[in-house]
C-alpha cells in the first residue's frame, strides 16, 4: 500500500493536470483577492467570500482524477499492479487517498495566496478566525468527498474518456443543483402590492401595501428536500464556502454530510472494484 502511494504521489508531482489545475485555481484565488483589494466603491474584510476555491475545486477535480485515475487502464497499470501481487483494495485506496491529497494540496495553494494577497491589501481586523477554521475544515471535507465521488467512476470506467465525460457533466451538475436549491430556498413567502396608485400629483409614501401568498414559495417537503440538497450535496456546499451565496451556519451538517459522501462512494466503489475485469 505505501509503495502503490509513493508511486502515485510520484505521479502526481509529474502531471500536467494536476499542475494547470493548481495554477488555475491559484490564479482564481488571486484574481479574487486583487479585485476585493482594488475596489472604489466598497470595503471587503478579508473573510468575506475567503474559501473562494471551493467554487472551482469540484470542477477542477472532475478533469484531473478522470485523466490521473483513467490512465492507468490504458497504459495497463493496473493490470500490472494485480500481477505483481497488490490487492485490488489496495490499488483502489491508494488511488483514491493520492488524488484527496492532490485535492488538499489545490487548496493548501488557494489559502496561501488568499494569505499572501488578503492581509496586506484587505487586512485582518474584521476576520473572525473560528469561522475561516470552520470553512476550511469544511472545505478540505469537501475536496475529499469530490475526489472520492469522482474516483468511484475513474476507477470503475475504463474508457478514460467516458470517464472524463461523466465527472465533467458530474461537477457542473452539482452546482446547478446547489444553485436552484438555493434560488427555490430564497423565495419570499409573501410579495406586496400597492393598495392603489397614487393620484395625479400625489406621491406613495409606501405605507398602502397588502402582503400576497406568493405561490412559488416552497412549504413542507419540497423546502425539506431543497435545504437538504442546499446543505448536504457538493455542489450547494461549494456555493456556500465559497461565499457566493447566502451566510451559512450549519459547518458540523456540512462537515457530516462530506463524511458520508466519502464513506458511500468509497466503499461502493472498493466493493465493485474487486470484482471488476481488469484484464
Not at 473562494?52 to 497504459?75: C, D, R, T
Not at 488557494?110 to 469544511?138: A, K, N, Q, R
Not at 409614501?205 to 397588502?210: A, L, T
Request: proline fraction near 4%; include cysteine; charge should be negative.
Amino acid at each position: 500500500m505505501r509503495n502503490l502511494l509513493s508511486a502515485n504521489m510520484a505521479r502526481l508531482r509529474k502531471s500536467r493536470a494536476f499542475w494547470v489545475g493548481f495554477f488555475a485555481l491559484t490564479a482564481l484565488c488571486a484574481i479574487q483577492k486583487a479585485g476585493m483589494a482594488m475596489d472604489p466603491k466598497e470595503v471587503h474584510p478579508l473573510n468575506e467570500a475567503f474559501w473562494i476555491q471551493a467554487l472551482a475545486i469540484g470542477v477542477i477535480l472532475s478533469v484531473f482524477i478522470s485523466f490521473f485515475a483513467g490512465s492507468e487502464y490504458e497504459h495497463g497499470a493496473i493490470r500490472n499492479k494485480a500481477v505483481a501481487g497488490h490487492t485490488r483494495s489496495e490499488i483502489y485506496l491508494a488511488n483514491m487517498l493520492a488524488c484527496v491529497l492532490a485535492g488538499w494540496i489545490l487548496c493548501l495553494g488557494g489559502l496561501l495566496v488568499s494569505l499572501l494577497i488578503g492581509v496586506p491589501f484587505l487586512g485582518v481586523s474584521h476576520v473572525g478566525p473560528m469561522e475561516i477554521i470552520l470553512e476550511g475544515i469544511c472545505v478540505f471535507a469537501l475536496s475529499a468527498a469530490y475526489a472520492a465521488i469522482y474516483c468511484f467512476f475513474a476507477m470503475l470506467i475504463t474508457n478514460r474518456a467516458v470517464s472524463a465525460v461523466i465527472c465533467i457533466l458530474l461537477s457542473f451538475l452539482l452546482l446547478f443543483a446547489g444553485s436552484a436549491a438555493a434560488n427555490r430556498l430564497d423565495e419570499s413567502e409573501y410579495y406586496y402590492l400597492p393598495d392603489s396608485s397614487p393620484g395625479f400629483g400625489e406621491i406613495d409614501g409606501g405605507n398602502g401595501s397588502e402582503p400576497i401568498r406568493n405561490p412559488d414559495y416552497p412549504e413542507g417537503a419540497e423546502r425539506r428536500m431543497c435545504e437538504i440538497v442546499y446543505e448536504a450535496t457538493p455542489g450547494g456546499q461549494s456555493l456556500q464556502l465559497s461565499g457566493m451565496l447566502s451566510e451559512h451556519a450549519r459547518f458540523a451538517e456540512m462537515f457530516a454530510a462530506s463524511c458520508v459522501w466519502i464513506a458511500v462512494f468509497s466503499g461502493c466503489g472498493l466493493a465493485l472494484f474487486r470484482r471488476k475485469d481488469i484484464n
